[in-house]
């Protein structure tokens, strides 16, 4: 695949080949992008009739980006005249600004031509190209290019314009121009994408979400934004590097709800350039204490689309949490279910889990009392709906076979569940990681229930219900010969008996009996899941064990901050911060972005980890990774008023100090530093500042 230049603004994004150039591609999506939508599928620049050849691409922000290019092939251009920047920026609409530079001693007369094309593909039709339902229809007007697709009340529009004349038509611009000796030649080529139909209520509105902002506003909106952030200082470059890049990343990856007109967390680019149930509520776990202000719009938005109803096309039930929320065609006509779609049987659970997190970290009582029924109606689905066969354990299967998804876990993919043989089991499946969550959400909601909601009737029964889970659990999953958990449960109850990372999420819910830490903890360090990169997500010697599988060998960054907070949990420190090692270790060969994923190899094999090759990047959870990981090494917990910091740091790190991190006491200081002559942790306190 050619190498991509990409730049966004929450859920707008614009995806280009080195040139700067877009052509339409079914193994990647290239084009221009908002809200599911395709308002640019070609954008090509020709100097008389010739392509262009990149000298260099500067990635200047997330949202801007310059080209600096010469015509004709790499032989042609060695004493080449002619050279053209273009600068391009990206903040609710797109701007190109084109220079052409003309160094010569002489005049020179050139043609310049944009070709311009909306085909407006859903998201979901990039990859299986289909005839559209509707033409597009193409006018010029006014010196604009205008293109417009309408199916019904949804209607999609892009309209082209430039600083400079041109001669316009219904397939681009073209500049027929002199450049004098030693000048240049400039124009502004602006896009406006337009969504002009309110198919349904999720488009109310929504002509205001693409106000556009220029690249100084978006400069200040993220300074303001890093400015709310606790100060890191570092003796470790790469740490302080990933960590800057981490918060610049989930302040690109902010989109404005249409529901809500708040700002939201879109969960990768390219393919997820929205709002998903599990992900947002993972990364606002991730990022409490550096982003306490994510969690109430995600919460909000959340508990306003909860499940109300039996929808088997979408998955839906009273109570539950949704897994994806579409914007497009597909969505809007009933085409795909994701409008939205209820398909997670984790997000749930977690929903509760945030909630109580937050208010441990925050202190905000307004939260969970505003969203107690919520709340309730989210615990009551695991016990209801989520027990499809009544054994006390959280089962998922979907009831929409064509377009519905198999695996409603996190690894959703369709071979990610598996026999230790290879073998698929059958539905529905109770996976070990959601009984996990089940258990810390009853537990979590139990002190929700005493404290904030005045029933501590409620908060009785759940945590008898959580103990009396914790016990079935360790009974019926724990895989003896094996000394780890079972993968998951079959529908006749016998053990999915695949070694996998989901053992570490055990540790992280707290379900597990802590007799049996040590051997989990030996089985996520050892050498089969362990790469010397990060934990894999399915251990060699499995039948389906492949480095490059989406979810049956790769490492998920992700995954493994989960997987590090469980070790810390447990009271294994320094394991954990082997596991944040190594992921802050494979941070620096991605320049501090990690992937939604990379592969498995092992460390002895690779000098550096090994990309897969269709990764999200930035993806949320994985910007938030780096953060988990800093309050793994720092111990940050909160307990009462107070924040404890109980640091234990990689034999690379010898000092951190994080300031001013928010909460119920205010802001504090962090302090982790190891000593230069042992192994141990010296333990500081936090202190106001």
């Known amino acids: 695949m050619k190498p991509l230049v990409n730049i966004l603004d929450g859920n707008t994004f614009l995806v280009s080949d080195r040139q700067g150039d877009v052509d339409p591609s079914p193994a990647f999506p290239t084009g221009l992008f908002s809200y599911d939508t395709r308002f640019l599928s070609t954008w090509l620049l020709t100097i008389d009739g010739g392509r262009l050849t990149a ?43 084109l220079a052409v530079l003309n160094e010569g001693n002489k005049p020179a007369n050139l043609v310049v031509r944009v070709e311009m094309g909306a085909d407006f593909a859903d998201l979901f039709e990039v990859k299986n190209p289909t005839r559209k339902a509707a033409p597009v229809t193409v006018a010029v007007r006014d010196g604009m290019l205008c293109f417009t697709y309408r199916r019904g009340n949804f209607e999609r529009q892009t309209v082209v314009s430039s600083s400079v004349a041109g001669d ?5 611009m073209t500049f027929r121009i002199q450049v004098p000796a030693h000048a240049e030649w400039r124009t502004r080529l ?49 740490l302080t590097s990933t960590y800057r890049r981490s918060l610049t990343d989930l302040a690109a990856l902010r989109y404005t709800s249409v529901s809500t007109a708040t700002h939201l967390v879109a969960a990768g680019l390219p393919w997820f350039m929205t709002l998903f149930g599990r992900d947002s509520l993972f990364t606002c776990l991730q990022s409490l204490p550096f982003l306490p202000h994510l969690t109430p719009p995600i919460i909000t938005a959340l ?45 749930t659970m977690l929903f509760v889990i945030l909630l109580d997190e937050y208010h441990r970290w925050t202190g905000d009582d307004s939260l969970p009392k505003r969203f107690e029924m919520e709340a309730r109606a989210a615990l009551d689905w695991i016990d209801t709906y989520g027990d499809l066969l009544g054994t006390g354990y959280v089962w998922y299967q979907t009831r929409n076979p064509e377009t519905g998804l198999q695996n409603q876990c996190w690894k959703d993919s369709w071979d990610s569940i598996s026999y230790a043989d290879g073998r698929l089991p059958g539905f529905p499946r109770a996976t070990c990681e959601l009984q996990g969550y089940a258990y810390d959400a009853k537990k979590r909601g139990a002190r929700l229930a005493r404290l904030l909601w005045d029933d501590p009737t409620y908060a009785h029964r759940l945590e008898q ?46 379900i597990v009996d802590q007799r049996r830490a040590a051997d989990v903890v030996g089985h996520l360090l050892g050498a089969r899941l362990f790469s010397g990169w990060g934990i894999r997500s399915l251990a060699t010697g499995n039948g389906r064990y492949n480095p490059l599988g989406y979810h049956v060998g790769t490492v998920w960054p992700f995954d493994n901050s989960i997987i590090a907070w469980g070790l810390w949990r447990y009271g294994f420190r320094e394991e954990a911060s082997i596991i ?42 994985s910007a938030g990774t780096p953060l988990l ?61």
């Open 55 to 97: 000298l260099s691409v500067d990635d200047l922000q997330y949202f801007e980006s310059r080209f600096f290019l010469v015509p004709g092939e790499p032989t042609h251009y060695v004493n080449t005249d002619i050279s053209v920047i273009r600068h391009r920026t990206i903040g609710g609409s797109f701007d190109e600004d």
């Open 168 to 172: 316009v038509d219904e397939h681009g």
């Open 190 to 238: 602006h896009v406006a994408t337009n969504i002009l139909g309110a198919q349904q209520r999720d488009f109310r509105d929504s002509l205001r979400l693409h106000r556009p902002r220029s690249a100084a506003q978006i400069s200040e909106e993220l300074a303001g934004w890093l400015d709310r952030t606790p100060r890191l200082v570092s003796d470790s470059e790469t």
């Open 303 to 347: 508990a306003l689309a909860q499940g109300s109803r039996f929808d088997d096309f979408r998955d839906e039930e009273p109570g539950k949490i949704l897994h994806e929320l579409r914007y497009g065609e597909s969505a809007g006509f009933g085409e795909q279910p994701h409008s939205p779609y209820f398909g997670s049987a984790d997000s």
């Open 465 to 510: 219900e959580a103990a009396d889970l914790k016990d079935r659990f360790n009974r019926d999953f724990w895989v003896g010969d094996g000394r780890f958990y079972a993968l998951a449960l079959d529908a006749e109850g016998g053990q999915v008996d695949a070694l996998s990372s989901n053992i570490g999420h055990l540790l992280w819910s707290g």
């Open 580 to 621: 944040c090692k190594a992921l802050f270790d494979a941070a620096r060969y991605f320049d501090g972005r990690l992937p939604e994923a990379f592969a498995g190899y092992d460390r002895k094999r690779t000098k550096y980890p090994v990309e897969y090759p269709t990764a999200c990047s930035p993806q949320a959870w």
């Open 629 to 689: 990981l800093i309050r793994v090494m720092l111990g940050l917990q909160p307990h009462g008023n107070h924040l404890v910091v109980d640091p234990a740091l990689p034999d690379s790190i010898r000092r951190i100090e994080l300031l001013d991190i928010p909460g119920r006491w205010g802001v504090v200081d962090a302090l982790g530093r190891r000593r230069p002559d042992t192994n141990h942790n010296e333990r500081d306190s936090a202190s106001r500042s």
